[in-house]
């Protein structure tokens, strides 16, 4: 392959080159007859995009006939070539890229004024051709807009989020930030933006609905197409449904297709994260407790109404006195299997509360004496609490 890029569209090389590096780490190449493709895919396969140049974008293009040549590399070594977007069209007239399939490489020579000439030899890996299954013509939704439009809107989301949601209807288009269902509401930011069907150059709502899908992937094809002044073009179904974000010109398309989030797979996320998220531990609030409380709970416990079976072993909860009612309930049982539980509820308990349950529990009677005697009353329990503390 042998190319000569002039005049302003070495800037669109660039820029397209640096939209390519917002999507993954590695630039695909393939020369074709129709024109050059550069494509790229990030890891999670969940976002492409692809440029081609038509054999008319170049001042000179050259390919061999027969079998397609494609190779892969890493995308910052060729967004290092065009790093000064401003220096690059100030002072470069043209770009010469020259594929060399023995040598394994690909060079770069850029032409600047006053002869001045620079030459970045990259390395290439050999690799099978990268293409994305999508129609965009049968899509329900087609929306048509300026670049500028779109960058105003965008403009008012913060760079750190990730995911924007977008909702049409038959006269409106709603942009605003995704927000996860168990995020907390108080300390969430809702930022939503309104866009009428008359500020676009084609609004075709076929179906309502809302997608969800990436903001970086956006920003990236929003960088290209407004240096470029190109229209940006939106196809989209339903959710889960790829959507196609298209820039075409008579010389260059871009496609950027993008997953979107699906209302079951949203859901399941919410109950995945819910199910992980651990139970925060209760406040330590022991020094601040009133101890009245305390020994009302207990006296409720500890004295339930008659019934004719004992009721079920309880379940340990974080409750200061939910272990009372099973030594009163259970009075005939031996010393060591009491110490065997008040063992096993040390282990499992917050040390604090725990240590509230013992200070009540070691004022309780023997058990020989519980069978037989009436069950204590909160007098007794509040006479030795006091005088222990």
């Known amino acids: 392959m042998d190319c000569v ?4 569209n070495v800037k669109v090389l660039a820029k397209a080159v640096h939209s390519l590096s917002r999507i993954g780490d590695e630039l695909y190449v393939e020369p074709q007859e129709d024109g050059l493709a550069l494509r790229s895919v990030n890891s999670a396969r969940s976002a492409y995009a692809c440029f081609l140049f038509a054999p008319l974008f170049f001042s000179r293009y050259t390919v061999p006939r ?9 995308v910052k070594s060729v967004q290092s070539v065009f790093r000064s977007l401003v220096s690059l069209e100030k002072t470069v007239e043209k770009c010469h890229v020259q594929l060399d399939e023995q040598k394994n490489r ?8 006053h002869g001045l000439m620079k030459t970045h030899n990259l390395s290439f890996q ?3 051709s990268l293409q994305a299954v999508f129609d965009k013509d049968t899509c329900a939704n087609v929306f048509s807009a300026q670049p500028r439009l779109l960058v105003d809107t965008v403009v008012h989301f913060p760079p750190s989020l990730e995911e924007v949601t977008l909702s049409v209807s038959d006269d409106r288009m709603w942009f605003r930030n995704h927000v996860e269902d168990e995020a907390e509401r108080s300390k969430a930011m809702l930022t939503e933006l309104s866009l009428a069907s008359d500020e676009f150059d084609h609004f075709a709502a076929g179906s309502h609905c809302s997608i969800t899908f990436c903001l970086k992937e956006l920003r990236g094809l929003l960088v290209f197409a407004e240096a470029t002044c190109l229209p940006i073009s ?17 010389v260059l398309e ?14 399941n996320k919410s109950n995945t994260k819910r199910a992980r998220s651990p139970t925060p531990p209760p406040p330590d609030d022991f020094m601040n407790d009133d101890m009245d409380s305390y020994l009302i709970a207990m006296d409720t416990s ?15 909860t974080n409750s200061t006195c939910s272990k009372q009612p099973v030594a009163l309930n259970h009075g005939t049982r031996s010393h060591s299997e009491e110490d065997d ?16 349950s013992l200070l009540f529990g070691s004022v309780l009677p023997p058990s020989s004496q519980v069978s037989t005697q009436p069950v204590v009353t909160q007098e007794v329990l509040a006479s030795d609490s006091e005088d222990e503390a």
């Open 234 to 250: 939106i196809y989209f179904d339903e959710p889960g449904s790829p959507v196609v974000l298209s820039v075409t010109d008579s």
């Open 254 to 267: 871009a496609n950027f297709v993008l997953a979107t989030l699906s209302e079951e797979a949203s859901l």
């Open 106 to 113: 690909l060079t770069f020579t850029l032409h600047c004024k």
């Open 341 to 356: 539980e008040e063992e096993e509820e040390a282990v499992q308990g917050p040390p604090n509360k725990k240590f509230c």
């Open 5 to 8: 890029v002039t005049g302003g």
């Open 302 to 316: 500890i004295a339930p109404g008659p019934s004719i079976s004992a009721p079920p072993l309880p379940r340990f």
């Open 66 to 74: 027969g079998e397609g040549f494609r190779c892969k590399m890493a």
């Open 126 to 128: 050999d690799s099978e």
